[in-house]
Every structure is written in structure tokens, then in C-alpha cells.
């Protein structure tokens, strides 16, 4: 069993109470956690923007304590994944 912690920041911090913890049988890639969480989001969230809520999830990055993680990079022992929505600045 594989345990991935995801920690949520900026506006989707909002949306969660707490860390989500995803426990799975056999690794698996961004792609899967990110589809994870809108069903999570579905099942749990009562808030009437979902759309604006999965248009963030789609432009986040994702990354563990150093760097940004594409889609396509697999998640095969426990970890912490952080969402990171968009953001811009000086």
C-alpha cells in the first residue's frame, strides 16, 4: 500500500479542511491523483463553482519538497505532494 499525502496552498487551501490522504494499491502517476481529487471534490465539497474549482486542479503544478512534478511522473512509494495553484507576481 502506498500512502500520498497531499497538502493543498494558495486558494484551494479554502476548500480543504485538512491534508487529503490517498491510500493506493500500486503506484500511479499525477495524472490519477489529480482526477482523484475532482472525485473527491464531487463527493465532499458542497460549493456551487465546482467548474472554477477544476479549472484550478487542471492548472496547478504539482511537486514534492523539490521540484515540480509533470503528469506522467509516477508515484511508486509513500510521499507528500504539494498542490500549488496558479499564481503571478512580481
Known amino acids: 500500500m502506498i500512502k500520498i499525502t497531499i ?14 490522504i ?9 495524472l ?3 482526477k ?3 472525485k473527491y471534490i464531487e463527493k465532499n465539497i458542497n460549493n456551487t463553482n465546482l467548474k472554477y474549482i477544476y479549472k484550478i ?7 514534492d519538497n523539490k521540484k515540480i512534478l509533470s ?3 509516477i508515484i511508486s512509494s509513500d510521499c507528500v ?3 500549488l495553484p496558479p499564481f503571478s507576481g512580481g
Open 7 to 20: 497538502k493543498f496552498f494558495g486558494v484551494l487551501d479554502e476548500y480543504f479542511e485538512s491534508d487529503l
Open 22 to 30: 490517498l491510500n493506493i494499491n500500486k503506484q500511479c502517476e499525477i
Open 32 to 34: 490519477y491523483i489529480k
Open 36 to 38: 482523484y481529487i475532482k
Open 57 to 63: 486542479i487542471d492548472k496547478a503544478l504539482f511537486s
Open 71 to 73: 503528469n506522467d511522473f
Open 81 to 83: 505532494i504539494y498542490l
